[in-house]
């Protein structure tokens, strides 16, 4: 990336990335702005410009990425882009194939870019359960992309446990400390590890009774736990450490965000500590459950 190459006009500071204004209510905006682009010579055919287009929503601050687009600057000989329209393909990479294809990857790989891996995996994690679960304990609306990015973090941390990677654990502890950023995770980690180990308690109670009515047999079909699941929940609390860190550093940094009003969460039971404390009381008492279940 060109650093401090753009510039929006006469006496305007040189900036590397230019923001757009936003078209409220526009499905077929339009800009007409002139932007100067200085790129050295000897860097200039292989330059491109790169446009990136999100949703922005009046009520999150978060915008929703849409997609993005490259403009060579030069053409197929070399010579400058002329001047009038040029179509742009749109690109939209599939966020979620690419999650299933990384836990596919060497662990090896993967520690090396930990703080990247992780910044995206909570930024993923965080859209998908602030816009599923209304409540702390709203379980029944994780959606199976909630679910499945729980998955990935905790087959990632079960990686950082194992012997080879130790030194990779120190990584991790600063980067909960220092990096960490983001404040409305806590929740839907909690919701997601109590639904685990409450599918691992009704399987064992279903188990145990041998008398089921047909009526909450058929009801309580879908809690039926398969192997697959009793071993995640396995690795899920042999890295419950690391998932309670996080959480504890999320409440943090979203209890501050509120303080200055840099937050805007719609649902306000979320900012009482009374009931975060309840919470966590709440999943130790389950997990205590589940560890006297016979």
């Known amino acids: 990336m060109q650093e401090r190459a753009i510039c929006s006009g006469i006496n305007a500071d040189p900036v590397t990335i230019y923001r757009s204004h936003i078209q409220y209510h526009q499905n077929s905006p339009k800009w007409f702005e002139h932007l100067k682009v200085n790129v050295p010579l000897e860097q ?9 287009f999100c949703h922005c929503s009046s009520k999150e601050r978060e915008r929703k990425f849409l997609g993005f687009s490259f403009l060579p600057l030069a053409d ?7 001047d009038g329209e040029h179509e742009l393909y749109i690109y939209k990479y599939q966020v979620f ?19 990247d891996i992780l910044d995206a995996l909570f930024a993923l994690f965080t859209m998908t359960t602030v816009n599923n679960v209304t409540t702390i304990t709203d379980s ?4 199976p992309r909630t679910l499945s990015i729980f998955r990935v973090l905790i087959d990632f941390f079960k990686t950082l446990n194992d012997p080879k990677f130790v030194s990779y654990r120190s990584a991790l502890e600063k980067y909960i400390e220092k990096q960490f950023s983001a404040p409305l995770v806590y929740y839907g ?10 599918m691992v308690i009704v399987s064992i109670q279903q188990t145990n ?15 039926i736990v398969t192997k697959r699941d009793l ?3 396995l690795r899920c609390l ?29 649902n306000s039971n979320l900012q009482n500590d009374d009931e975060f404390k309840m919470e966590l009381l709440l999943l130790f008492e389950t997990i205590q459950r589940l560890l006297h279940s016979e």
């Open 238 to 266: 042999s890295v419950l450490d690391w998932i309670l860190k996080i959480i504890v550093q999320s409440r943090i940094l979203y209890t501050r965000a509120s303080i200055a009003g840099n937050l805007i969460v719609e």
């Open 209 to 223: 009774n041998e008398r089921t009515s047909i009526d909450s047999s058929s009801s309580s079909s879908s809690t």
């Open 231 to 233: 071993e995640f929940i």
């Open 189 to 198: 980690l909690i919701t997601c590890v109590r639904r685990y180990v409450e």
């Open 76 to 82: 197929k000989n070399g010579a400058c882009l002329s």
């Open 97 to 115: 194939d690419s999650l299933q294809r990384l836990g596919r990857v060497p662990g090896e790989e993967m520690v090396k870019f930990l703080e």
């Open 44 to 52: 200039f055919e292989m330059a491109h410009l790169r446009f990136t």
């Open 140 to 143: 029944n609306n994780l959606s």
